[in-house]
């Protein structure tokens, strides 16, 4: 363990030795991933939503803020989670809602993960000056408080869309994944094969992405799996304050909306339990597939 690994992030598993995967190795994690009740009980939960997001919304000929039916309708057959105070199609905004939950996750993790995981490769590889000026950067952006950073950037630039959330949130959650990235990278970069790969005068990007890459696969995508469901959090967190998206429905603005028009106070469950059971499932869900997959890639913690 070097002096660097206490950095990586809680919930991600510390690699300790690289190991260059066999030609049987995708098959043999597949075998543990669908073996792990974890993992496959993870992934019938998020598929399930993210099919819902995408096919529900395609069988309605009205918009999730168009006027359909009678006002604060409870569930029924025509209208599964009932209407809102001014007669919306719940289920029709939920729906939508989700479509835009994922497309922030995707979009924002995808975008913190590919910056922190360039600033902790080039950082951890190259080390001295590069080194310091870029854990500088990581430390400047570490310690700013994201959320009233955020806030601040709506009151100034405004967030008109989903796409722009999902840059916003991206921008500032990459600094814990540089760290951890640097961490494995500088214990990495001074193995043997990596060193051999030096000699054979092998470039340091290609040094990087054919030889100490490939050897944090698993860690790298667990770490995306965590910035997906942060960024879900941090949007839904947004949208539920009323800086979301104001060309959009989500379900933070869903909950939003419910508590604006009292759907508490009137009675109205259907308008404010859904959303807020989306984002604990799918969230959670993301999180347990977490630890199924540490028990997946770590033959320690392996069910067999």
Do not use: C
């Not at 840059?167 to 814990?176: K, M, N, T, V, Y």
């Not at 995306?224 to 379900?251: C, E, K, Q």
């Not at 604006?260 to 308008?271: D, E, M, R, T």
């Amino acid at each position: 363990m070097t002096d660097t690994d206490h950095l990586a992030a809680p919930g991600v598993p510390v690699l300790a030795e690289p190991v260059v995967p066999p030609a049987g190795r995708s098959r043999e994690t597949l075998h543990f991933a669908l073996r792990n009740k974890k993992v496959v009980g993870a992934v019938v939960v998020i598929l399930g939503f993210l099919v819902l997001g995408l096919v529900a919304p395609l069988f309605t000929n009205h918009g999730p803020n168009e006027y359909v039916g009678p006002p604060a309708a409870p569930p029924s057959t025509e209208y599964w989670f009932g209407t809102t105070t001014f007669g919306q199609d719940v289920f029709l905004q939920f729906a939508n809602g989700i479509r835009s939950t994922f497309v922030v996750g995707l979009l924002g993790g995808g975008l913190a993960a590919l910056i922190g995981m360039t600033v902790g490769f080039v950082a951890g590889y190259r080390g001295g000056l590069v080194d310091e000026l870029l854990n500088m950067l990581t430390n400047i952006v570490l310690v700013l408080p994201a959320l009233a950073v955020l806030i601040i950037l709506h009151a100034y630039v405004g967030v008109t869309s989903v796409p722009m959330q999902a840059l916003f949130i991206g921008l500032f959650s990459w600094p814990w994944v540089a760290r951890a990235v640097r961490a494995q990278t500088f214990s990495l970069r001074s193995r043997e094969f990596v060193d051999l790969a030096r000699l054979s005068g092998m470039r340091p990007l290609a040094v990087i992405r054919r030889e100490i890459a490939p050897n944090m696969s698993s860690y790298l995508f667990m770490t995306f799996i965590l910035l997906f469901g942060g960024s879900v959090l941090m949007a839904a967190t947004l949208d539920f304050i009323g800086l979301g998206p104001t060309d959009a429905i989500s379900l933070g603005l869903m909950m939003n909306s419910a508590v604006h028009w009292s759907a508490l106070h009137l009675g109205l469950w259907w308008w404010f339990v859904p959303p807020g059971a989306a984002i604990t499932a799918i969230v959670g869900a993301l999180y347990v597939m977490n630890v199924g997959l540490d028990e997946v890639f770590n033959p320690k913690l392996r069910e067999m």
